[in-house]
């Protein structure tokens, strides 16, 4: 089986600031982990993905996450918070297992304060 | 490329009324999915394919069903609409790689709701 948890629902920084999302997974597999964002009214478009390679992993617009199989955790990090970054984020788990299921997280909605 | 593409982007139905959303994807990917989208609740999956002719449920298959009759399209079948039913519909396709699911592609959604 598998879940992921967003240990946020709402997350607000100032402009110029970092940002923390963080993100706890289980898994009975080795898994894939993935960050996607998703801007008001549109799809969801894919920031990071983590597939057993590096486990520090860089996106797109500047942010990265790393892969900690001790905590279980795939937080999303950004040294320095842009306006257009507000949104939603999503992390998602996808088990290696012979059954290959997604599972989304509830979201965090990041507000961006200038 | 156009990507996953979703039609309607919008309707508004009536209670007992049946519809189809239809997707399509170009990008010659094995696994298509549907998802609804409830408001503070993140994505549910609907249904799932791993290839044409198979389909199989998701977290929240009641109320829908599915078909897959060729790679590049999976529309999604509501046959006695409810107000339950009224949410926002996302399809996305990917690859199945060794090791497991890669990157979906999703489609800008069809906002449903239903009165």
């Known amino acids: 089986a598998q879940s992921v948890t967003q240990l946020d629902s709402h997350v607000s920084v100032s402009e110029g600031t970092p940002v923390l999302l963080r993100c706890n997974y289980s898994?009975?597999?080795?898994?894939?982990l993935f960050w996607y964002v998703q801007h008001p009214n549109k799809g969801l478009q894919l920031l990071l993905k983590y597939t057993s390679a590096a486990t520090l992993v860089k996106g797109i617009n500047g942010f990265e996450a790393e892969f900690k199989k001790s905590e279980t955790s795939f937080h999303l990090t950004k040294p320095s918070a842009h306006m257009s970054d507000a949104a939603e984020y999503f992390c998602?788990?996808?088990?290696?297992?012979?059954?290959?299921?997604?599972?989304f997280g509830t979201g965090t909605k990041l507000q961006v304060i200038p | 490329n156009a990507g996953v593409t979703q039609t309607p982007k919008f309707r508004i139905l009536k209670i007992g009324q049946s519809m189809t959303l239809q997707c399509a994807q170009d990008?010659?990917?094995?696994?298509m999915y549907w998802y609804r989208q409830d408001p503070g609740m993140g994505l549910k999956l609907i249904y799932y394919s791993v290839g044409a002719g198979i389909t199989d449920k998701g977290e929240v298959p009641n109320g829908y069903n599915v078909s897959r009759s060729t790679t590049e399209d999976f529309p999604l079948r509501l046959e006695l609409a409810a107000p339950s039913q009224t949410s926002v519909y996302f399809c996305?396709?990917?690859?199945?790689?060794?090791?497991?699911?890669?990157?979906?592609?999703f489609g800008p959604g069809t906002r449903l709701t239903v009165l």
């Open positions: 998602v788990v996808s088990d290696s297992g012979g059954y290959q299921k997604v599972t």
């Open positions: 996305a396709s990917s690859y199945l790689r060794l090791g497991g699911v890669d990157t979906q592609y």
């Open positions: 898994s009975s597999y080795s898994p894939s």
């Open positions: 990008m010659n990917h094995n696994y």
